[in-house]
């Protein structure tokens, strides 16, 4: 199974990037995908998770209102759109995929999370 994301770059405050993230080797359709990014000297934290089908969404409060998670079943590909950066939002950011159908799991269960793909930097300057 691999995860790829992209779509990582430098941006001014106020200014948008959207991630993308493309699997291949696991059934796309049948698993839920989060998007979580790791600050340097904190710990990962969740951002957003999509259903199988995309129906559903949950977003973490630092998020909410600014990012869109999406997803094409067709394109086996994982969409993290986001909108208003700060500078706090200065990560490297994580696309994941688990086979749970319920995905307020992957809000704190990181560690259960079935796969992880690597890191795309994501730097807001002020």
């Known amino acids: 199974v691999q995860l790829q994301a992209c779509g990582g770059g430098v941006v001014q405050a106020g200014g948008s990037l959207r991630l993308s993230c493309a699997a291949s080797?696991?059934?796309?359709?049948?698993?839920?995908l989060g998007w979580f990014r790791q600050a340097p000297g904190q710990e990962r934290e969740f951002l957003a998770a999509?259903?199988?089908?995309?129906?559903?969404?949950i977003y973490s409060d630092s998020v909410k209102g600014r990012f869109t998670i999406s997803r094409d079943n067709d394109k086996d590909t994982v969409y993290l759109q986001m909108n208003g950066l700060k500078p706090e939002d200065t990560a490297v950011y994580y696309c994941?995929?688990?086979?749970?159908?319920?995905?307020?799991?992957?809000?704190?269960?990181?560690?259960?999370?079935?796969?992880w793909g690597k890191g795309t930097l994501v730097t807001v300057s002020s």
């Open positions: 999509i259903s199988w089908g995309g129906g559903r969404t």
């Open positions: 994941a995929a688990d086979s749970t159908t319920h995905i307020e799991t992957m809000t704190r269960h990181y560690h259960a999370i079935d796969y």
């Open positions: 080797g696991l059934t796309f359709s049948r698993n839920a």
